[in-house]
């Protein structure tokens, strides 16, 4: 029995393999999701594949990275006719004097939803493993951000990769004097920003320190 699932698997691996091979490098998916994601494809009508095929061409027009946060936005939400910004970075109500950093775009979304944040952001990328790989984060460019700003709030998840993160941070922006906060406790153990409800992330603005 055992032998005969594995050789199906084989088939269908063959059968969908670059397929599958592109779904393996989305966040959290792994081989079994991939291969359900390249049948649930192959079940659908060609006007599904077209549409999806054509959005996905599509998204280096619709979508644009903001130069300054490095968050993605939509084109058509432009901080204006001759700014490359995005309509936060740009806006003139925000407070220019702190910056939050957050991992990834979804954690921005679920602050700026919260609606009590007036302040600038900064899109990380990620949070270092704790094999201290550092690639594809943007420290670099923090630490030349970091400078013009009176206070960063770190609002990384409370893990030991966001912790971790944290710590290095705060040893590279010494140098700058800035002053660091942490969002406050109101996020439990191992909560992630991304699922946290809008009480949740005002009480942890709140009680940062
Ligand atoms: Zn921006």
């Given at each position: 029995m055992v032998r005969i699932i594995r050789k199906i698997f084989r088939i269908i691996s063959i059968m969908f393999n670059k397929l599958i091979e592109y779904f393996l490098?989305?966040?959290?998916?792994g081989p079994r999701q991939a291969k359900r994601f390249a049948y649930f494809l192959a079940s659908q009508d060609e006007k599904f594949i077209k549409d999806l095929s054509g959005e996905i061409s599509d998204i280096k027009n619709k979508i644009k990275q903001c130069p300054d946060c490095f968050r993605f936005f939509s084109r058509?939400?432009?901080?204006?006719?001759?700014?490359?910004?995005?309509s936060i970075c740009s806006?003139?109500?925000?407070?220019?004097?702190i910056l939050m950093l957050v991992e990834k775009d979804v954690d921005l979304e679920s602050i700026e939803r919260a609606g009590i944040y007036n302040g600038k952001y900064f899109v990380l990328g990620g949070v270092m493993p704790l094999t201290g790989d550092k690639n594809n984060l943007r420290f670099k460019e923090l630490f030349d951000k970091a400078?013009?700003?009176?206070e960063i709030i770190l609002?990384?998840?409370?893990?030991v990769e966001g912790e971790n993160t944290a710590r290095y941070i705060e040893k590279i922006l010494e140098p700058l004097k800035v002053k660091i906060t942490h969002l406050g406790?109101?996020?439990?153990?191992?909560?992630e920003l991304e699922y946290s409800d809008s009480e949740t992330i005002k009480n942890a603005l709140e009680g940062r320190k």
């Open positions: 490098k989305f966040p959290g998916i058509s939400d432009l901080g204006g006719k001759r700014s490359d910004l995005c806006g003139l109500n925000r407070d220019k004097n400078k013009n700003y009176k609002a990384l998840s409370a893990n406790r109101g996020l439990s153990t191992g909560a």
